[in-house]
Structures are given as C-alpha cells and as structure tokens.
C-alpha cells in the first residue's frame, strides 16, 4: 500500500484537472480521477495509473462514494448552471469524509457582489469550504486562462483574425497561465499542506501581453500574419451562439460577457505577473508562444489550408447572419440571482482591498 495520501481530483478529464491528474501521478500519488463518462481523456488518465470514477458532480451520492478512502482533494467546480450547488455537494461530502486538505480553484474576479452569479457563487464556495474545522484549504485564484485565446485559435490561423472584445489592441493586458502552469501550483499545494495550508495563490504566465502581442504571437506560431479585431459584445455573442465552445451552456455564455468587460476594465492585470508558478509549482511559466506551439501540434485545424480556410469562412458567415441572444431577457428567463447594485472588481474596496498589491500589503501589515 503507498504510503503517500489518496488525492481525489474532481472535473478531472477537463482543462486544469487532467494535468493535475498526470503530474500527481508523475509524483508517485494514488488518485481517484472523477469524470463525467469515459471517453478517450479518461483512458488516458487510466493509462498512466488513475483510479477512474465517473459521476455527476451534482450528486452527494456519487460524491460521498468518490471520497471513500480518500485524504486530500481538488475541487474543481465545472463552468455551468448552479456553481453553488457544486461546491455544497463538494463541501457536504468532503466534511463528511473528513479530509485533511483541499486545494480549490477560484476566480480572480470572486467578490460578493459581483453582477456574474457564477462569479458570486465561487466566492461562497470558496467560503463554505473554508468552515470545516480540521480540514486546511489551499485557494487558486486564477484570472483569465491563456486556453481562452486558443479558442479561436482555428478562425486566427485561416483567417488571420484574432477576434475577440478585449478592448484596445495595444492597452489591455493580462499574463496568460498556461492549464499545465495552473495545475503545478495545484499539485505544489496538494503535496505540501503544511507549508501551503490557509494561503491564496494566483498562478500567471511569465509577463503582461496585450491582445496585439497575443495575435502576432499566434501569427509566428501558425506561420501567417494574424491580426487582432475588437469586437462588440453583441459579435462576441453571436459568435458563442453561431460557433459555441464544445462545453458552454447558455448560462455561461451570459457570464462570459461580464468576464469579457472585466478584461476590457484591464483587471485581470492587476497584480500580475506573479511568482506563483516558480515558487509553488515549482517551475518556470511557460511563455504564450511555447504553449500555443504546442497547441498548434495537437490541432490539425490549425495548419492554414484552403479546405480549412473555407469552413473558416463558412462559420464567419454563420456568426454574421445569427441574430444576437439577448443575455439580461436569457438570465431573466433562467431566474439567475440578480442583485440590484452590482459592483465590477474595481470599483469594490473588498476586491481591491484583497487584490491590490499595495493595499493588500498595507493589509497585512495591519494584520501582523
Ligand atoms: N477559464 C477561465 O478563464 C477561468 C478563469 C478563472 C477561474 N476559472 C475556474 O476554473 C474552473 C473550471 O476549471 P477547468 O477549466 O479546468 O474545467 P473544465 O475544463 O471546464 O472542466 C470541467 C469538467 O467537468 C466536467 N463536468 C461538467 N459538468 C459535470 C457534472 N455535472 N458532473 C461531473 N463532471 C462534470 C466536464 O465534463 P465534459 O468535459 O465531459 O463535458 C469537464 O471535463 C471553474 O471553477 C472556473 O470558475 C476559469
């Protein structure tokens, strides 16, 4: 029997959780990956050593059994519907089963009265699980995945368009991290609780790019020049509707709105770089170039060629021709939570008291 804790890693076929998964392996650590069904990622998963359990995260049924014998977990609650209701079967389950330590993954953006419900629901998840007494909580607070860019990483390299609502091309930054970056700070907590226990970390890419650093990045990776374009939020969710992501619900696609303003507002460069990756993952970050070159190896659609370029064209047409959903009339109808006076990050003396490096200092000064 290993001497080293059973890690439970739930979401554990998607973004962050199947590298979490590998390098937890890669570490010698037994762990029970919790998927959605088996497809090609769990056999992966599966192949190098995991314990597959596939559930629904929305059940505390299939929760409870997952904790079985298990010490230590990452919590990854999917993006969709009814975060809170993922992060209470979480917690039930974990106080039940008594785990020693939990490494949770939040948003940049959590804050109470954030106008996104999935943004308002993180940050009572992150406050639930903090309340089981006997269990130490590792909180990653990330910002504004690099994966997001690589969504249209197939349109950029046909078309050379990086399109996207970002704002202005040259002013607003953020600094990328990697999924596998993510994961290594999650790993660095999960193996180490007692250095890492009750601690927030925010894992970045090595520096601040702006979207027209990050479309002439994908350019010399994809071999052609790609151009950045600001779009609109009503073409922003035109495209989510005409072309939508492989695993975003209409629900999601009203919040991504709200995380495209924050962007625009220039919050997600608040504070960043970090040293989180090197100092908890262990690692250097990998830069933007080295990781869309990597997903340029692992995606035959983003080699430019003329049959590929034409359906580029096809699903640009498609965007232009769909009509707009209308996202206040979509979280109306889905009777999302809506307070009356929501507050962007910026504009909140608890987030900026939390986020801003210097206030943050001042902070804990006062603290100590
Ligand atoms: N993306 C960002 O920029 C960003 C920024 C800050 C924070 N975050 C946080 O990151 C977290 C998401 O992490 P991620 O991107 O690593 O996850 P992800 O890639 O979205 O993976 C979620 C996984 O959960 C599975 N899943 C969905 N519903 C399920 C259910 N009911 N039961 C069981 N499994 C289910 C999905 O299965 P299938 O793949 O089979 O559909 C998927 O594999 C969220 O909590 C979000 O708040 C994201």
Redesign the pocket.
């Known amino acids: 029997m290993s001497a080293k804790p059973k890690i439970l890693v739930t979401?554990a076929?998607?973004?962050?959780?199947l590298p979490t998964t590998l390098q937890l392996l890669g570490k010698g650590y037994p762990v029970r990956a919790?998927?959605?069904?088996t497809d090609d990622r769990s056999a992966r998963l599966e192949a190098a050593g995991a314990e597959i359990f596939v559930?629904?995260?929305?059940s505390l049924t299939d929760m409870r059994g997952a904790m079985a014998g298990v010490r230590r977990a990452y919590q990854?609650?999917?993006?969709?519907p009814n975060g809170l209701h993922f992060n209470a079967v979480f917690t039930v389950a974990a106080h039940e089963a008594q785990l020693e330590h939990v490494v949770t993954?939040?948003?940049?953006l959590a804050d109470p009265d954030h106008p996104s419900l999935?943004t308002r629901d993180?940050y009572l998840g992150d406050s639930l699980i903090k309340m089981s007494p006997g269990m130490t909580v590792t909180t990653i607070n990330?910002?504004?995945?690099a994966?997001?860019y690589l969504m249209v990483l197939e349109m950029a390299a046909q078309l050379g368009m990086l399109t996207m609502p970002l704002g202005d091309g040259d002013e607003k930054k953020n600094a990328p991290p990697s999924?596998e970056d993510i994961a290594s700070v999650v790993v660095g907590a999960l193996i180490d609780p007692g250095t890492h226990a009750g601690k927030t970390y925010r894992p970045t890419g090595p520096e601040l790019l702006s979207p027209n650093e990050i479309a002439a990045t994908i350019g010399r990776v994809v071999g052609r020049r790609v151009k950045y374009q600001n779009i609109s939020e009503k073409m922003f969710l035109k495209a989510l509707k005409a072309v939508p992501p492989s695993?975003y619900s209409e629900a999601a696609v009203t919040q991504l709105r709200i995380y495209a303003e924050e962007y625009r507002r220039g919050t997600f460069a608040v504070g960043a770089p970090t040293d989180a990756v090197k100092r908890v993952g262990g690692r250097e970050p990998e830069s933007f170039e080295a990781l869309a070159r990597r997903a340029v190896s692992e995606r035959p659609g983003a080699v430019p060629s003329f049959r590929r370029r034409l359906k580029a064209l096809a699903d640009f047409m498609k965007i232009l021709i769909t009509t707009a959903p209308k996202p206040d009339e979509i979280e109306k109808n889905l009777n999302h939570v809506l307070l009356k006076s929501p507050i962007l990050c910026q504009d909140s003396a608890e987030w900026r008291e939390h986020h801003v490096p210097a206030l943050r200092e001042t902070n804990a000064r006062k603290v100590a």
């Open positions: 979401s076929a998607g973004k962050t959780g919790f998927v959605r069904k559930g629904d995260q929305y990854c609650a999917p993006t969709a993954i939040s948003q940049w999935f993180v990330v910002g504004w995945f994966d997001n999924n695993n």
